[in-house]
């Protein structure tokens, strides 16, 4: 149980475009998702918190306009990086965590999303 | 703010010895503390996790963490490493809110490796 899907595992576009990724939780509802990003070698980074329903609490120096986060399910949230530049290009990690129970205070990670912007 | 601090960015032990992981945190408040393992190109994967119950906290794969509030410390340990251990692995932190806990803060990671 608790597993969380990303989508794509891996994009490459052109500096300009904009991308979109996806984070499922397929097999229990979440309230809250949390977009990570990671350098390579380095830790995550906590980006935005995404609460279903409402307007996504970005991390003070991530740009709001710049990535946009909707929230729309219980089991979907999607993060688009807007007019994507090469300095984007890093590993993007979705997390979830349930609405209730004994998982409550355990985020479940999903698989990433390797951003390549040329 | 809370924050982790992973003692040790490279940790090498030879197969079937002792690992032992440092971490150290620090919080105003009494924190969930995480321990997640991340192998090459992929996500992360829960090996343990402490939330104010019992303070020696058994989890996945022999991994286990002792929550030490005096030290502020959350050590991760095995007895006998294994080849398949080889991975990076990162101490988190949270401090709980009402209904649950918050975004979670990592430590900077630490590189296991085992030694044949």
């Known amino acids: 149980g608790a597993v969380v899907s990303q989508h794509p595992s891996w994009v490459i576009c052109k500096s300009g475009t904009s991308v979109k990724i996806e984070c499922r939780s397929l097999?229990?509802?979440?309230?809250?998702m949390f977009w990570y990003r990671q350098f390579p070698k380095q830790s995550l980074m906590l980006m935005a918190t995404?609460?279903?329903?409402?307007?996504?609490?970005?991390e003070q120096g991530v740009e709001k306009d710049k990535f946009l986060i909707n929230h729309a399910s219980l089991t979907l949230s999607t993060l688009t990086v807007t007019s994507a530049h090469p300095e984007d290009s890093s590993f993007y990690i979705c997390?979830?965590?349930?609405?209730?129970?004994?998982?409550?205070?355990?985020?479940?990670f999903g698989p990433g999303t390797r951003l390549l912007v040329l | 703010a809370q924050s982790v601090t992973q003692l040790g960015s490279h940790v090498s032990v030879s197969e079937g010895a002792l690992v032992l992981l440092r971490c150290n945190y620090s919080?105003?408040?009494?924190?969930?503390l995480f321990w997640y393992v991340q192998y090459p190109n992929q996500g992360l994967q829960l090996l343990l996790k402490?939330?104010?119950?019992?303070?020696l906290v058994k989890g996945i794969n022999g991994f286990e963490a002792e929550f030490k509030k005096s030290e502020t410390s959350f050590h991760l340990t095995k007895p006998s490493a294994h080849m398949s251990d080889a991975a990076e692995y990162f101490c988190?932190?949270?401090?709980?809110?009402?209904?649950?806990?918050?975004?979670?803060?990592f430590g900077k990671g630490t590189h296991l490796i085992i030694q044949p």
């Open positions: 402490y939330t104010s119950a019992a303070t």
């Open positions: 988190a932190v949270s401090v709980p809110l009402g209904g649950g806990a918050d975004g979670l803060t």
């Open positions: 097999d229990f509802q979440a309230t809250t």
């Open positions: 997390s979830a965590r349930a609405t209730s129970g004994r998982v409550q205070e355990t985020q479940y």
């Open positions: 919080s105003s408040v009494p924190p969930y």
């Open positions: 995404s609460n279903e329903g409402s307007k996504a609490t970005y």
